[in-house]
C-alpha cells in the first residue's frame, strides 16, 4: 500500500501545509509501503481542504467517491482552518492523521475489506503513537 496526500487551501499556509502532509506521508509510507492490506484499492489517496474564508469553505465541499471498477478513491475531506493555523507543527500532523482515520472509516462505509482496513489502521496508529500524534490510554 502506499499512502499520497495532497491539499487545497487558502490563505499563506502553503509551506506549513506541504511540510506537514509530507512529513505525515513519509511516516507512513516507510510503514505500509511494501504491505498488502487485501484492499481494492490502487493507493491510498486523500486532498486535505482548508479553505480562509466561509464562503470558500462552502464552494469546496468534501468529495468522498470510490470505484471498484478502477480502484481509485477520491477523498477531499476538510480540515478546520484557524485551528490547523493555530497549531504547532505536531498539532498540525494530528489533524492530518485524523483526516486520514476518517477516510478509513469512509472506506468502510463503502464496502471495501474491513479487516485489511483495520489492519492498515493498526499500522497507522502505531507511527501515530510513535510520532505523538496519539497518546496510548
Known amino acids: 500500500m502506499k499512502l499520497w496526500i495532497s491539499s487545497e487551501y487558502s490563505g499563506d499556509i502553503g509551506h506549513e501545509m506541504r511540510t ?13 509501503n ?19 474564508d ?6 469546496y465541499c468534501e468529495i468522498i467517491k470510490y470505484s471498484s471498477k478502477t480502484k481509485k478513491m477520491d477523498f477531499k475531506l476538510q480540515i478546520d482552518y484557524p485551528e490547523f493555523v ?14 486520514l482515520m476518517r477516510s478509513l472509516d469512509l472506506l468502510i462505509e463503502k464496502g471495501l475489506n474491513e479487516a485489511g482496513i483495520e ?19
Open 34 to 52: 511494501d504491505k498488502d492490506y487485501d484492499i481494492d484499492l490502487d493507493k491510498w489517496r486523500c486532498i486535505a481542504i482548508l479553505m480562509k
Open 54 to 59: 466561509k464562503v470558500d469553505q462552502e464552494r
Open 86 to 99: 493555530n497549531g504547532d507543527a505536531k498539532r498540525q500532523q494530528q489533524f492530518i492523521y485524523e483526516m
Open 119 to 137: 489492519s492498515l489502521r493498526q499500522d497507522t496508529q502505531s507511527v501515530a503513537l510513535k510520532n505523538g500524534w496519539i497518546i496510548a490510554h
Open 20 to 32: 506537514t502532509r509530507n512529513f505525515v506521508e513519509d511516516e507512513i509510507n516507510v510503514k505500509i
